[in-house]
């Protein structure tokens, strides 16, 4: 399988060829997005190549190689240790919230230092958390570790601790914080907050070893929801080794990536007598590959925007009503697209396309957002077409469709008003209809399949009861149903003589099979 992305990474740090890293990023960009789920272990097996010696350098400044018994048997608790965070860190894949089981089988006598663990629990948020459903909330607790997971709308937050110790003494507690959106902000930026934090200690000791690497990095889309080959990160990464003595090896250093140095000018800002030059080195490769790590979590969430979680595509036809309308009625179509981070307008543009019969204009072309469209009903009945509507900005990707159809349709109705109901079938909405009940005839004379007129007349209770007025027909603009508000004037005959007043009878339509 060829290897990607991290031997890159490695290669470049290694060589210290600052001057040949123009569009580094950009590389690792289009890289991470090739990164398929089972490609996770082996790059955490790739960092763990890189950070062991970076770790037996740790164990041998602080003293630890000594106090637990020399080179030999710190590399034996070591290797133990790692062997532990790996078990620990593939459990944890499965407990995220075991929505994706670990396919990633065991092997014996390989572990993983503390940012190849980091690497696949990030990795791993990455791919699960746009599945999660907004609000999800997980904690769980043990003597092994914590792990607390919490969703919104737009984001995920991951709080992982493990811990593992052997019979050496040697104890070891990996702390990962992985925060990354979804949605993109108004600029197209998106964020990864990712962390990882070893302690390497002794029991009753006071020598230990330290390692801290964080990135606050940020992936931008362009006006056609496609990541740009921009990528900012602040990245620190700190290494040290005391034993107790006031002396160790420290380093401190840092990478500031931006528009105007891409290629991340690093520092070391702080490093002791005792850090080597080899350490140095394996510090610059940590950096490529912290970077690499939030790139990849990031790309890995990238579902979230082409699933159109971060965008409301409102989309409404005028006139409103879709289902059972004649043949050659005519649409407007207003497409809205809308952030779901803060409800403004996204810009950008929308494509609507066609399925099926009738007309619409324009098809298949960019329109600037809002967009708006026409579309003509077909020309005969029993036809359907469903225009697709997919709006395109730097905040994201939004989907809709409206149907559209000229299917004859029939209809049940029911409801009244007080002591009155009544039901009936209505077999076309643009031909009268009557409805029945209690005691009442009631005929409605369509002028078209919106409305018209009413007159009903019978005997409720004894008394002879009349009245007309005005109708209105509303329908779902789905053909799932609708309504029908009556309004006018009412009279009963009594012995006090005719009484009159005005009223308003509310009916609910309900799809029916065709009439014969």
Request: charged share 20%; proline share 4%; hydrophobic share 35%.
């Amino acid at each position: 399988m060829k290897r990607i992305g991290i031997v890159l990474a490695l290669g470049l740090a290694a060589s210290g060829c600052g001057d040949k890293q123009d569009g580094e990023a950009a590389r690792q960009i289009k890289q991470a997005a090739t990164i398929k789920e089972a490609d996770f272990e082996r790059y955490a097996r790739e960092i763990t190549d890189l950070e062991y010696p970076l770790y037996r350098s740790l164990l041998k400044a602080s003293g630890l190689e000594a106090e637990i018994g020399g080179p030999q048997a710190a590399e034996a608790a070591l290797h133990e240790l790692m062997g532990q965070l790996r078990r620990q860190s593939m459990g944890t894949r499965a407990d995220l919230p075991r929505l994706v089981p670990a396919a990633l089988g065991e092997e014996s006598g390989y572990g993983f230092t503390g940012l190849a663990a980091s690497s696949m629990i990030g990795m791993t948020i990455g791919l699960l958390g746009t599945s999660l459903k907004p609000g999800f909330s997980a904690q769980q607790s043990d003597a092994k570790g914590k792990l607390s997971i919490e969703t919104t709308d737009q984001s995920v937050e991951t709080h992982i601790e493990m811990k593992g110790t052997i019979d050496k003494g040697l104890d070891a507690t990996l702390s990962t914080t992985v925060k990354f959106d979804f949605c993109p902000d108004a600029d197209g930026k998106v964020d990864v907050v990712f962390n990882s934090k070893t302690n390497l200690a002794k029991q009753g000791s006071k020598a230990g070893a330290n390692l801290d690497i964080s990135v606050n990095g940020s992936l931008f889309y362009n006006d056609n929801a496609e990541l740009t080959d921009r990528w900012d990160a602040d990245i620190r990464i700190e290494h040290a080794a005391f034993n107790g003595t006031g002396k160790g090896s420290y380093i401190d250093a840092s990478w500031a990536i931006t528009p105007q140095d891409p290629t991340g000018s690093g520092k070391i800002n702080r490093s002791s007598s005792q850090a080597t030059d080899a350490d140095k080195q394996v510090v610059a490769a940590q950096q490529q590959m912290a970077q690499m790590m939030s790139m990849m979590i990031l790309q890995l969430a990238k579902k979230a925007l082409d699933e159109g979680r971060c965008v409301n595509l409102k989309a409404a036809s005028t006139p409103a009503q879709r289902s059972g309308v004649k043949p050659k009625t005519a649409f407007t179509i207003l497409a809205e697209p809308r952030s779901k981070l803060d409800g403004t307008p996204t810009g950008g543009t929308v494509v609507a396309t066609l399925k099926g019969d009738g007309g619409l204009d324009p098809a298949g072309t960019k329109v600037p957002a809002d967009a708006t469209f026409k579309y003509v009903a077909p020309d005969e009945k029993q036809k359907s077409g469903v225009v697709a509507l997919e709006a395109r900005s730097r905040r994201g990707i939004g989907k809709a469709e409206l149907a559209f159809d000229t299917m004859a349709r029939a209809w049940s109705i029911e409801g009244g008003a007080d002591e009155y109901h009544a039901t009936g079938t209505i077999c076309d909405l643009s031909r009268p209809f009557t409805m029945t009940g209690s005691g009442v005839t009631n005929t409605f004379t369509p002028s078209g399949p919106e409305g018209g007129s009413y007159a009903y007349k019978g005997t409720m209770s004894g008394f002879g009861v009349w009245g007309n007025g005005t109708y209105k027909v509303q329908l779902d603009a789905d053909g799932s149903g609708g309504t029908v508000i009556a309004q006018g004037p009412g009279s009963v005959s009594t012995p006090m003589g005719v009484q009159s007043s005005n009223g308003t009878e509310n009916y609910t339509l309900t799809p029916a099979p065709p009439c014969e």
